[in-house]
């Protein structure tokens, strides 16, 4: 049996669990967020003990992958809705900057004309300063989603480190031609 599927998903106070069908309906503080999960996977809420129990119905290996990935996106959904997720981004590089235009992201990182990114909804975006871009949200997939899309514009190179990048991610660095000196 699936270590992850087989754990139960507590539910803390002040979130609700609706359960229709195959479709699971988690409301909280931060939000509100829907899931449809698959018929080989049965899902049940014990109102009483506040937890949700993820089980499958047969034993195939892809009932058995879906048992611990339906476990933890609920799991997710209920972090979402109570405390949210977030991803942060930094920018290096001179002149790289990047603000809120709007409801729209500008970038301006090296570009002849500024990048604008509008977020999907229910991700919320701050910048609190001009190199720092923060992603907030509910919904654990579309804030990842968003922060990968940043991301992309413009990815850390390897010779100067320049770009955007997630906070804390180490880049690896190559050697330039003038390092390898002449041969």
């Known amino acids: 049996m699936s270590r992850i599927g087989k754990q139960p998903v507590p539910v803390p106070d002040g979130v609700q669990i609706n359960l229709d069908g195959r479709r699971i309906t988690v409301e909280g503080p931060k939000g509100r967020l829907e899931f449809e999960h698959h018929r080989l996977v049965q899902v049940e809420y014990d109102p009483d003990q506040r937890v949700v129990r993820v089980s499958r119905r047969e034993e195939s290996g ?53 990048v604008l990114l509008t977020p999907p909804e229910g991700v919320q975006v701050e910048v609190p300063d001009a190199t720092h871009i923060v992603v907030r949200g509910p ?10 899309q940043v991301r992309r514009v413009r990815p850390p190179e390897p010779y100067k480190g320049k770009g955007i990048r997630y906070e804390g991610e180490q880049i690896r660095r190559k050697a330039g031609k003038k390092a390898l000196g002449a041969r």
Do not use: W
């Not at 919904?139 to 990968?148: I, N, P, R, T, Y």
């Open 62 to 114: 892809f009932a058995r992958a879906l048992h611990g990935l339906t476990r933890k996106l609920i799991a997710n959904m209920v972090e979402g809705v109570t405390k949210g997720f977030e991803k942060r981004l930094e920018i290096h590089g001179v002149g790289y900057s990047a603000r809120m235009q709007g409801k729209q992201l500008r970038l301006d990182v090296g570009f002849a004309n500024p």
């Open 139 to 148: 919904d654990k997939q579309k804030v990842g989603e968003f922060a990968a």
